[in-house]
DNA sequence: CCAATTCGATAGTGATCCGCTATAGTGACA
DNA sequence: TGTCACTATAGCGGATCACTATCGAATTGG
């Protein structure tokens, strides 16, 4: 079955003379009169009743009728389609973003990108680093914003964005009362409020064991959200990247801890060779021209 | 846009794996790299990006892949359907039916009918003798029941099934009172409910018109039904071939009018040299056996 | 009743395009 | 570094599609 013996079937269908639809296909009518010939040999019955004056479908080819128009107006609409997001009127752009990094530290970035591509369509992809690496590899997303992948892919480039420290966040009204640093020794007793999924999990935990810590109580929580709730709660301690929490801090207590100092750098992630589209382009421009320094203080 | 090309392109889709895809589609690898070049060209974009392990879609690929696939399933369950309908399994058959022919009078050929095609698809279509004539011509139906249909078309083929008189009917309780036959005369005063869709409508006119009867009152009825609504409640006097209201009398009074005799034929219609289906042949014959002397009485 | 017209089918030819084999080029991987 | 896996390219039949020319039959009009 080829796409030009159905265009043949419809434009007979309309029109009901082979010569007027081969006219509107402009071939020649023999070429038409053969296509359909082949088309009914392969679908096993005839399509028309040949009657000069009177040619019309048979039940069969009224059968087939909706099937066959549907297959040609998939393709048309697929031409269409093609067409109108060649001209730019349609364009799209995937974003994959790390659960630890908040949106909200993209939000003037994609105000400005909207500006400027005000068709656009983004979308967004959350993960943890394994998942982001993923989503580049696969080309599922076009840029990322994340910590450190740890995957070193060579073909991974990376825009350091800005770096930041872990800080120790604990609710207003429970940890140590004093203003004072206090010692991870000192904070063991509390209940940890474990982020599997941020790229700095592993290395918290090495400086955690390096501290001689063993935390007793441990929760697991699934988003920076969740984790902040339970801390206002009072319910845990969270080790959060300062950024998360910026702009959000009613409830929330920083603490000094003595012998716990991380930092982590966030980046943002593309493929090298892959042509970017103009809107990828645009954003990763102006995420690197940002100045990030009143986001992490 | 050809088929092939959108095989190629789903199957490339599945496997993300060129080669596989030509293996899966039975086709040599540089076919089907040639395929999907042609396509994009077509499109105006790549469709995947071409990294060995990595292949995939691109961002314009999979804004196609919907539409592409919707296009390949259509054409797959056309060809399905062809061969369901081929193996029989799927029959149907067309009926055209005068608006004067009662369908309690085919109901036994057609009970007989579906216990010979128990898969069969029966649809009706109702209308006026130029508009059954015209359903036949454009193949929208196989057979027709129908009084004469007018036009003589030398190609039509029909059976007469059987004869019968136009009545005329009043309600139980109008009309003349005695059973005595009366004059059509004596009629004229009544309401005439006159049916415009019948076949013998321009000869029970003429008739009436020979008679000298003008009937100064005229109401015009779309259906039997309606009609013998309306004559039950006395609201007016029906011309009615003897077949319709056999079995539903109830409320009734057939008239025995001087000078006023009319029959009509009821006939089966085809078209010749067009082939018959198995069910229309069946129908054909099992209406041409059958007794109708039950139904005229 | 015959000529003109219309409509679909057939024949034959040329060109396009598909599918094939062979092979090159290039990352990935061990 | 050598081998493998994957895609692209080249070149060659062969299938088939589109074309022109023409026929046969049926309808229409004078």
Redesign the pocket.
């Known amino acids: 079955m080829?796409m030009?013996?159905i265009r043949y079937f419809l434009a007979?269908s309309r029109t009901?003379?082979?010569?007027?639809?081969?006219e509107d296909c402009?071939?020649?009518?023999?070429?038409?009169?053969?296509?359909?010939?082949?088309l009914e040999a392969e679908l096993g019955g005839d399509l028309f009743r040949?009657?000069?004056?009177l040619?019309h479908l048979t039940e069969f080819g009224k059968r087939m009728l909706p099937l066959l128009g549907q297959c040609y107006e998939s393709a048309v609409a697929a031409k269409r389609l093609a067409t109108s997001i060649r001209s730019g009127s349609l364009v799209s752009l995937t974003l994959a973003l790390s659960h630890t990094v908040s949106m909200t530290l993209l939000i003037p970035a994609l105000t400005e990108l909207l500006r400027l591509f005000p068709q656009l369509e983004l979308r967004f992809l959350r993960g943890t680093a394994v998942e982001i690496a993923e989503h580049l590899k696969k080309g599922d997303a076009a840029l990322a914003v994340a910590g450190p992948l740890g995957e070193s892919w060579e073909?991974f480039d990376a825009w350091p964005l800005f770096s930041e420290a872990m800080e120790i966040v604990v609710g207003e009204a429970s940890g140590p009362a004093s203003d004072e640093p206090v010692s991870l020794r000192d904070l063991a007793r509390s209940r940890l409020l474990y982020r599997p999924y941020c790229e700095m999990a592993g290395l918290i935990d090495e400086h955690l064991l390096e501290g001689q810590v063993s935390w007793t109580d441990r929760y697991e929580v699934v988003s920076e959200q969740d984790l902040l709730h339970l801390v206002r709660s009072g319910l845990g301690v969270g080790v959060l990247p300062k950024s998360t929490a910026s702009g959000n801090t009613e409830g929330l207590r920083w603490l000094q801890v003595d012998g716990f100092e991380i930092h982590r750098t966030v980046s943002l992630y593309g493929v090298s060779g892959r042509e970017r589209s103009a809107p990828a382009a645009a954003l990763l421009k102006l995420l690197r021209a940002r100045d990030w320094s009143a986001d992490v203080s």
């Open positions: 080829e030009h013996q007979v009901l003379n082979f010569t007027r639809a081969a402009h071939v020649a009518q023999p070429s038409l009169t053969r296509a359909i010939k082949l040949r009657e000069r004056n040619t073909r």
